[in-house]
């Protein structure tokens, strides 16, 4: 009888290897033969090489290679480029997906347009996406992305949520309620130290009009306002969206300044708009942070050094790059194995993201949009952390 042969590839691994070769040396009538192929196929099965009972029982047989699997599209698609804010977390969607190679992250820019966002989530599931990580621009987005998830399509929301939370997976983002309470509490106490007349006129604005952190942020803010208007204490004189944008901000106070200079508070829903009133309150001639205060979030680099000169009372941060760092890492746990943030731990699938108001006391501690040295791993599932490499 002749002896049996075959090729044993590199992928089976040692064990493998070390029982074919008792196989070769056991003629092929051997009483001994079936125990050991079957103790080849077990140890192959193991190390990841496909079956081969039928075929290595044949003369000149090979074992078939292990290929590796192919990574799974997730789509990234996201406000895009036209606010500051959005450039880390897209920074970090990359430097985090190097740590999963299995995913392969595809960066679709929708230009802070709703139609278009609706557009590319749906070219996205027809393009055959595992997964897409959603910066909501408005929550009129949010039927788009509820139809993705129909058709077995993972939705993970970032910063921004969709309407309905059954509608994604997980929600990566701030308490935006309690951000803008905290930025608003924080100007009325300084008001409360300075001296000056009551009524405070305060100015409010707003983000853009349908988004989830502007219409939680305006409810954090007269959360605090509200209660000192009915007392007198506060007169709202102007309550309208800036769209999260400088030049409309800075545009919309200039024209209130026009008609009265007696404004005490600004309170911004982000730094952006911040900035505007800032740049409009000195082309009036008026120095922010002597009578008139201006409050924002987001820790945007301009607003900390403004903090540190005195010409913004204080920001929020919220950390953009640990929102899109965790988000890849909860669509990596879901499409693993399905992992999903435990109801108990995490109300409606909220992961709510560490914020720290910023004022001159600690400014000199953080760092620009509030990004750590390290990021924490996310607090669920498989997960670790890692070190931020700027500008990579």
């Not at 070769?21 to 192959?44: V, Y």
């Not at 430097?95 to 679709?108: E, G, L, N, R, T």
């Not at 007392?231 to 209130?256: P, R």
Request: include cysteine; hydrophobic fraction near 40%.
């Amino acid at each position: 009888m002749g002896e049996m042969t075959a090729r044993v590839p590199r992928q089976a691994g040692a064990p493998c290897a070390g029982l074919w070769a008792q196989t070769k040396e056991t003629a092929t009538n051997s009483p001994g033969r079936t125990q050991i192929m079957r103790r080849i196929a077990k140890a192959c099965l193991g190390a990841g090489i496909a079956a081969l009972v039928a075929g290595a029982a044949m003369p000149g047989s090979v074992l078939p290679t292990a290929q590796a699997a192919k990574p799974k599209t997730v789509y990234f698609i996201f406000t895009g480029y036209a606010y500051p804010y959005f450039a880390p977390m897209a920074q970090a969607v990359k430097q985090a997906a190097k740590h999963y190679p299995d995913m392969k992250i595809k960066i679709v820019n929708a230009n802070n347009n709703a139609s278009q966002e609706i557009t590319d989530i749906k070219e996205a599931v027809a393009a055959g996406a595992k997964g897409i990580i959603l910066n909501t621009i408005q929550e009129s987005v949010s039927f788009a992305a509820k139809q993705a998830m129909q058709q077995g399509v993972p939705v993970v929301t970032i910063d921004r949520d969709v309407g309905n939370p059954a509608d994604r997976v997980v929600f990566i983002g701030d308490n935006d309620v309690t951000l803008g309470r905290e930025e608003t509490q924080y100007g009325i106490k300084t008001l409360e130290k300075s001296g000056l007349k009551k009524p405070w006129h305060v100015v409010v604005l707003q983000g853009t009009q349908g988004a989830s952190v502007s219409i939680d942020r305006l409810k954090g803010a007269m959360d605090v306002l509200k209660p000192l208007e009915k007392k007198g204490d506060v007169k709202i004189i102007l309550n309208q969206s800036a769209n999260f944008a400088t030049n409309k901000a800075q545009a919309m106070i200039s024209a209130e300044l026009a008609k009265t200079t007696d404004i005490q508070l600004i309170v911004c829903s982000n730094d952006a708009m911040a900035l505007g009133a800032i740049n409009a309150l000195k082309s009036h001639g008026i120095t922010p942070g002597k009578s008139t205060f201006v409050v924002g979030a987001d820790a945007q680099p301009e607003s900390l050094d403004a903090v540190k000169a005195g010409t913004q009372l204080d920001t929020v941060t919220h950390a953009p790059f640990v929102e899109a760092y965790w988000a890849v890492e909860a669509m990596q746990n879901y499409l693993a194995d399905g992992t999903k943030p435990p109801s108990g731990k995490f109300p409606h699938g909220d992961v709510i993201i560490p914020m720290t108001l910023v004022t001159s006391a600690n400014v000199g501690k953080i760092a620009a949009w509030g990004t750590p040295e390290t990021i924490p791993p996310l607090p669920y599932g498989k997960s670790q952390s890692y070190k931020v490499t700027q500008g990579k």
